[in-house]
């Protein structure tokens, strides 16, 4: 069966669908999922706006909960890497304290962010 090029960019669109990759388990970590999450609120209200509903109400409603669901999305990613750059800290400065010398040059890279000197 040959595909006409509408279907084709059809099933492209459909394929790459932040929801899409979420729903078919593509997504393997938090960053990547909130910006799933965000970017498909972000088509659906793109769509919104070129076909606005009916119903006025509806049609605020709906862009209220998904610009909320943005912001939640948003604020989870700035608290989960607020954590996660904690936890980085916390482990290198205990491996900047081991008597191991290569333990401590790997905890100074991940604590300075510079990664050169562990090349080998």
């Known amino acids: 069966m040959k595909l006409s090029c509408d279907e084709i960019s059809e099933r492209a669109r459909y394929a790459v669908c932040p929801s899409n990759r979420l729903y078919r388990g593509d997504v393997d970590d938090f960053e990547d999922a909130m910006n799933c999450v965000v970017g498909e609120c972000e088509r659906e209200l793109r769509i919104?706006?070129?076909?606005?509903?009916?119903?006025?109400?509806?049609?605020?409603?709906?862009?209220?909960?998904?610009?909320?669901?943005?912001?939640?999305?948003?604020q989870c990613k700035i608290e989960y890497f607020a954590i996660v750059r904690k936890a980085e800290q916390d482990l290198a400065d205990r491996w900047i304290a081991s008597e191991d010398e290569d333990l401590r040059k790997i905890g100074e890279a991940l604590k300075d962010r510079d990664y050169s000197g562990l090349a080998i």
Request: no cysteine.
């Open 48 to 74: 919104n706006e070129a076909q606005p509903l009916d119903d006025p109400n509806a049609y605020t409603e709906l862009n209220a909960s998904l610009l909320h669901y943005v912001a939640i999305a948003r």
